[in-house]
């Protein structure tokens, strides 16, 4: 398969621990980037890799997310502390400069 | 910063009736736009994108959107929807020097047989 995969793809946890999340971009792509969607919304945006750069951090990224792209290759997301206003669907996507971007199925984080 | 609206958020429609959901965005430079669609239990894919090129874009499953810069709008058309095209659909624009994606809130399309 030469999609964008993610891990796990749902998460159950109990507030206040810690949870981290794996993206596997396809291959050749350089930019990586982190969503989150709840229902009824659309994906808004976390952060932005280039190769390992993070370049772009959204407001909604707080002091206990953090996103790292150590090689430029799969980047993880980790949430620490999590409370309940957390659960949501965690989307990655990847592309290549001039073409669009492509998402993994997303984890679906459950903070009880 | 840059916005998407979606002004339909629920759309019913009969089969074979022609589809129009709009999307406007704010942003004064150049733009990349996008639709996206997710069908029930599957993740987000490309229906079509304007990169610069002509602004009558055509997609996939005879999906079409025209891209009017003066209106800063990029509406999404098909002249006959089916049951299958039940789904929620996003409009995206990408901006800026760091690429970012801003998406819209979504309309969720219900095609009824």
């Known amino acids: 398969d030469t999609g964008v995969s993610q891990d796990p793809r749902h998460k159950i946890t109990k507030r206040g621990q810690n949870v981290t999340f794996r993206c596997d971009p396809i291959?050749?792509?350089?930019?990586l980037y982190w969503y989150r969607q709840t229902l009824g919304q659309g994906p808004e945006f976390l952060t932005y890799?280039?190769?390992?750069?993070?370049?772009?951090k959204s407001r909604l990224l707080s002091d206990r997310f953090s996103a790292e792209r150590p090689k430029g290759s799969f980047s993880t997301l980790e949430i620490q502390r999590t409370e309940q206003g957390d659960s949501a669907m965690y989307l990655c996507?990847?592309?290549?400069?001039?073409?669009?971007?492509?998402f993994g199925p997303g984890t679906r984080l459950t903070v009880t | 910063a840059q916005s998407v609206s979606q002004h339909n958020h629920h759309v019913i429609l009969s089969e074979a009736a022609s589809l129009e959901l709009g999307c406007n965005y704010s942003?004064?430079?150049?733009?990349?736009l996008f639709w996206y669609v997710q069908y029930p239990g599957q993740h987000l894919q490309l229906l079509l994108k304007?990169?610069?090129?002509?602004?009558l874009v055509k997609g996939i499953k005879g999906f079409e959107a025209e891209f009017i810069k003066s209106k800063f709008s990029f509406n999404l058309r098909k002249p006959s929807v089916q049951w299958s095209d039940t789904a929620e659909y996003f409009c995206a624009v990408l901006t800026g020097g760091y690429q970012k994606v801003t998406f819209g809130t979504g309309t969720k399309l219900q095609v009824i047989p």
């Open positions: 996507a990847s592309r290549i400069e001039g073409y669009e971007q492509y």
């Open positions: 890799f280039q190769n390992e750069a993070q370049l772009e």
């Open positions: 291959s050749e792509h350089n930019r």
């Open positions: 942003y004064g430079g150049t733009v990349n």
């Open positions: 304007y990169f610069s090129e002509d602004p």
